[in-house]
């Protein structure tokens, strides 16, 4: 992937603010433990629940049961936003990553993303792949995987409040 197009906003920022370098917001991406996934109800509502996702050659993936909301919501609309960050005022670093979720299936990147899984949860994250998805051990209910490739992506600091935009 080229690196995107990334500008400041001075409208939401400090008028000294810069900013947030693409290598500085793919690091926090790769990083967090948790994201949040926003994803919108066939009646319009929106559904937001907490997730483990992979940053891995400027993707984000994540997994989910095919019986629950997300992977519901995703069968009729595949925009999603991702956030993670943290929730304090002073200092952090909050991301928002917009694109749409597609389903892998590939079993070449599913091995290679359950890998990714396990170790970055030091194996409390555990798949095995079989027939183009997910499987829990000893489950036969398949795990879809999903990629975002990201249309934008958002990166907002605290303390010294800059608003960054990436374009792909």
């Not at 956030?83 to 979720?101: F, I, K, Q, R, S």
Request: proline letters at 5%.
């Amino acid at each position: 992937m080229t690196r995107p197009v990334t500008t400041l906003d001075q409208r939401f920022s400090d008028p000294a603010a810069t900013a947030i370098g693409w290598d500085e917001t793919s690091k926090a991406l790769e990083s967090a433990g948790l994201f949040w996934i926003s994803t919108v109800r066939a009646d319009g509502r929106p559904h937001v629940t907490p997730l483990v996702a992979v940053w891995a050659d400027s993707v984000l993936y994540f997994c989910t049961g095919e019986a629950e909301q997300k992977a519901i919501n995703l069968s009729a609309n595949p925009h999603v936003v991702l956030t993670t960050g943290c929730n304090g005022w002073e200092a952090g670093l909050d991301v928002m990553v917009e694109g749409d979720a597609v389903q892998v299936s590939d079993e070449d990147t599913l091995k290679r993303l359950a890998t990714a899984w396990t170790t970055k949860w030091d194996g409390r994250w555990h798949f095995e792949v079989r027939d183009g998805s997910f499987r829990n051990p000893g489950s036969e209910s398949p795990v879809p995987v999903f990629a975002v490739a990201p249309a934008k992506i958002l990166a907002f600091t605290k303390g010294t409040f800059s608003h960054t935009r990436h374009v792909f």
